[in-house]
């Protein structure tokens, strides 16, 4: 995938609104409404939450730390995916309106009954940091930075992938919650 660096920017900025704005927006539930369940195995909304704060506690962090140490990196009009890269942040994507099932990895699973409502708090202030971080990066070059990813250190993805995965990630799983209010 090939991309003008300030049109993924854009479209990335323009998720993350719109995920912060229906967070905010299910701040008003009720704590019964925010952690119910229909099923044991399910997420409630408020986990579907904190899974997120869970990857941004890693991500957001490790993203802030190569745009601070590259702030010299000549920067580049185009973004170029790369294999692993691409392949990540497209399995993150919710296709058709359907969220395929994934395994969270242990450390990031939220399952646990009674989460409090500052829990959507955190997440609204990583998200403020993810637009930061996001408009920072528009003079830097999102194909030659890199960024380890949670389940290895061995494993770096270009900038703007971490960006994509973290992103469609977000989108992901706030899709999952809206889905817990149908239920």
Not at 139 to 163: E, V, W
Request: glycine residues 4%; proline residues 3%.
């Amino acid at each position: 995938m090939q991309i003008e660096t300030n049109k993924l920017i854009a479209e990335l900025l323009l998720m993350t609104e719109q995920s912060s704005s229906t967070v905010r927006d299910l701040k008003t539930l009720s704590d019964e409404q925010l952690n119910y369940k229909r099923e044991i195995s399910q997420w409630s909304i408020l986990e579907c939450i904190e899974h997120l704060n869970l990857y941004g506690d890693y991500y957001l962090p490790a993203i802030e730390k190569q745009i601070l140490a590259n702030k010299s990196t000549p920067n580049s009009a185009i973004f170029k995916s790369g294999i692993i890269g691409n392949y990540f942040a497209n399995l993150m994507l919710v296709k058709e309106g359907k969220l395929k099932k994934m395994k969270s990895p242990k450390d990031k699973n939220p399952t646990r009954s009674g989460l409090p409502i500052t829990t959507i708090d955190r997440f609204l202030k990583q998200q403020e940091l993810l637009k930061s971080l996001l408009n920072q990066a528009r003079t830097m070059n999102l194909t030659k930075i890199k960024t380890p990813i949670s389940i290895s250190n061995f494993i770096k993805l270009r900038l703007g992938d971490t960006f994509r995965f973290v992103t469609y990630h977000i989108t992901r799983h706030i899709l999952q919650a809206e889905k817990v209010l149908k239920d």
